[in-house]
């Protein structure tokens, strides 16, 4: 079937070629047209390196197909790869694959093995483009790979636990790679990265994953801009990582008791510029983060705005619009040694008399309140009593349990645009 | 009793306190549409006027309206009116009255606001549907408090120490409750003691609508399903309600075995 005189080649398919990026380097390689009844294994064994194997529609039932040379797989429309037993579908251990357009489904949750819809090894300058991979347990799986890049796929699980649910991708010990414009739902993280640096992810959606929308393990230098994660268990993880940017994204309807718009917990110079946080119950969580710059988010009808839990300083929370939190900020511990300046707070009371923008009264962010509610959770349903409203005045008129050193003491009088 | 209703609305509406009423919510709702261009932080102002403001203004009008028509009331029993429907047509044209300005008060600079358009006209019809209902339910315990007490100044007292009761002392005494027992579950008993207070009932069907997010955090089960489901607010809507009709009936009894 594989042979110069194909008889499915035609000059448009030339084009093809050049079009997804094979073409000029490798204007020997063949392409084949594959249809369901041929045997994949057989014919992936017997490709040469920069061959294309175009699949056609059909259903394509296999598993653990093998990729140990650089291959383009395109899949026609209706072109699905289902796996047999419910095992892997795809192997990749080639530099330079690229597999485009395939619909992937029926890989099984196994608790001995992470099986994934497409596994790549050791492999560089790969592409994942335009897939769809439904009801996996992982969607694509990364170890050791570098340089590749993962465009506009659709991954979506069914996942209940936990502990019987994988990730939509699964990065693990990477670098140099870009996850964008993807929609990734229903798994247990949308995103996982663990051990990989230098990456960037941009302008992908993921909602409804029980567990985290993107969470980071161990990964310095990354940067990951103008997501969207609504409705995960908790939106973002950053854990254990340097570097870390995290630009426009939004973070919304977080919702429960250990809901979180973005954890960060023992992260080192990172900064938050320019993100959404829209009605978490708590839109940042910090715990044990230092030299962080939170400047330019808004926070709006949030439970919590940011809640730290100590062991952070040095950090700067600038520029940032604090509209109509339940409570903007409360702090677990002392603060010292961050700075708090130049916000706007929806709930600041001050006046301006030198209309400079600035309010000429410090504004204390943090209420009595918030120090009651953490003794007893309960006390939530007292919030906007007019009791409590009392209390805090009374606190803020002369503090006792709320930290002193917490204030804003350039609050602006306008919304930061 | 309709005859009643109808006279008591209109001397009501041309009174000269519910027009200052009428005014003061318009001015301070137009205010506040002039400070803030942002809808959901209006509402969330007015919902703490609200909340306060019109339990306050509900119990001491009822009480002032019931002594300053004794005279007019003592007049119709002497006719051959049953009491029921005579304190039931008061009584409703009283209610029917405050509520009415509220709702213009309240309603119209936000309905030019264009309060139907946005994404916040659920909570504006909460807003605006507890304000009404707390006034409904002050001026009946107004006029039983009228009812007991041919003291007026005894009867003033009693009313603001009730308001008072309900909007600040009950709220201290219940967190003062919390942070004794703070070592034990208090999910049912906090649920239960928020049952009795209307102020607090009023505003914990605001809260689901303003601060679901921070109420969602809270991990009890309890809590959970009580304030994550529309039958939550279905309940606090049915006992709002029993708020009214008990009190109304405790007023009525009181009406048919009083010796005037």
Redesign the interface.
């Known amino acids: 079937m594989i042979n110069n005189s194909n008889p499915y080649f035609k000059p448009i398919q030339w084009i093809l070629i050049y079009w997804f990026g094979v073409g000029p380097i490798h204007l020997h390689a063949r392409v084949t047209l594959l249809n369901a009844e041929q045997d994949l294994h057989q014919i992936v064994e017997s490709a040469q390196p920069y061959d294309s194997l175009i699949l056609s529609q059909g259903i394509y039932t296999f598993e653990n197909i093998l990729i140990d040379k650089p291959l383009t797989l395109m899949g026609q429309e209706g072109a699905l790869l289902k796996s047999l037993n419910g095992d892997e579908i795809l192997l990749v251990t080639a530099d330079s694959v690229t597999i485009q357009g395939l619909t992937f489904t029926g890989v099984k949750t196994s608790y001995i093995k992470e099986r994934s819809a497409i596994r790549i090894d050791k492999g560089k300058y790969f592409e994942i483009k335009d897939n769809v991979i439904t009801n996996c347990f992982f969607g694509i799986y990364l170890e050791h790979v570098s340089h590749g890049v993962i465009y506009n796929n659709r991954i979506s699980g069914q996942a209940t636990t936990e502990a019987g649910s994988g990730n939509a991708i699964h990065a693990w010990y990477c670098s140099n790679i870009q996850i964008k414009g993807n929609e990734l739902k229903g798994h247990r993280d949308g995103i996982y990265f663990e051990f990989v640096d230098k990456s960037l992810i941009e302008e992908n959606l993921s909602f409804n994953n029980i567990r985290y929308g993107l969470h980071f393990m161990f990964s310095n230098d990354d940067i990951y801009r103008k997501n969207t994660f609504r409705d995960n268990g908790s939106g973002v993880a950053v854990m254990f990582s340097k570097e870390i940017k995290m630009i426009e994204n939004t973070f919304s309807h977080n919702w429960g008791g250990a809901s979180y718009g973005l954890l960060l917990k023992e992260i080192n110079d990172a900064s938050i510029i320019n993100n959404q946080f829209n009605q978490n119950t708590i839109g940042i969580f910090v715990e044990g983060s230092n030299r962080i710059t939170y400047s330019n988010n808004s926070f709006r009808r949030n439970g919590w705005a940011i809640k730290f839990s100590g062991g952070c300083s040095a950090n700067e929370i600038t520029n940032n619009n604090f509209l109509n939190n339940s409570l903007d900020l409360v702090v677990g511990t002392k603060l010292s040694d961050n700075e708090i300046h130049h916000n706007y707070w929806s709930e600041y009371t001050g006046y301006d008399l030198d209309k400079n923008n600035i309010g000429d009264v410090p504004h204390y962010p943090v209420k009595l309140f918030s120090y009651i509610l953490n003794q007893v959770p309960e006390a939530i349903v007292l919030m906007r009593s007019f009791f409590v409203y009392i209390v805090n005045f009374s606190e803020k008129v002369s503090p006792v349990f709320t930290p002193k050193e917490v204030f804003d003491p350039t609050p602006l009088m306008h919304e930061v645009q | 009793m309709l005859k009643i209703f109808k006279y008591t609305v209109y001397d009501l509406i041309r009174n000269r306190w519910l027009i200052f009423y009428t005014g003061f919510f318009l001015l301070l709702t137009i205010a506040l549409i002039f400070l803030s261009n942002?809808v959901?932080?209006v509402l969330?102002s007015l919902?703490?006027i609200t909340?306060?403001l019109t339990p306050l203004v509900g119990i001491l009008y009822g009480v002032m309206y019931y002594y300053n028509s004794e005279d007019y009331i003592r007049f119709l029993l002497s006719q051959p009116i049953s009491r029921t429907s005579i304190f039931s047509g008061i009584f409703g044209g009283m209610a029917t009255s405050l509520s009415l300005s509220l709702i213009v008060g309240l309603g119209t600079p936000l309905l030019i606001r264009g309060v139907l358009f946005v994404p916040e006209f659920i909570t504006f019809i909460i807003v605006l549907g507890m304000a009404v209902l707390l006034s409904i339910i002050f001026s009946s315990l107004a006029f039983i408090i009228a009812l007991y007490n041919s003291n007026r100044i005894k009867g003033f007292g009693v009313a603001i120490f009730t308001w008072l009761f309900f909007?600040?002392?009950y709220?201290?005494l219940?967190?003062l409750l919390?942070?004794i027992f703070?070592d034990y579950p208090?999910?049912n008993i906090?649920?239960g003691l928020?049952m009795f207070n209307p102020i607090?009932l009023a505003?914990?069907l605001?809260?689901m609508n303003?601060?679901?997010?921070?109420?969602?955090?809270?991990?009890?089960a309890v809590?959970?399903n009580f304030f994550g489901n529309p039958l939550g607010m279905m309940i606090i809507l049915i006992l709002l309600i029993c708020w009214i009709v008990l009190p109304f009936y405790w007023m009525l009894r009181k009406v048919n075995r009083k010796d005037f």
Do not use: H, Q
């Open positions: 942002d959901s932080k969330i919902s703490n909340l306060m909007a600040v002392i709220d201290g219940f967190l919390l942070l703070k208090l999910e906090t649920l928020t607090d505003r914990i605001t809260l303003l601060d679901i997010s921070a109420i969602m955090g809270y991990t009890g809590f959970k």
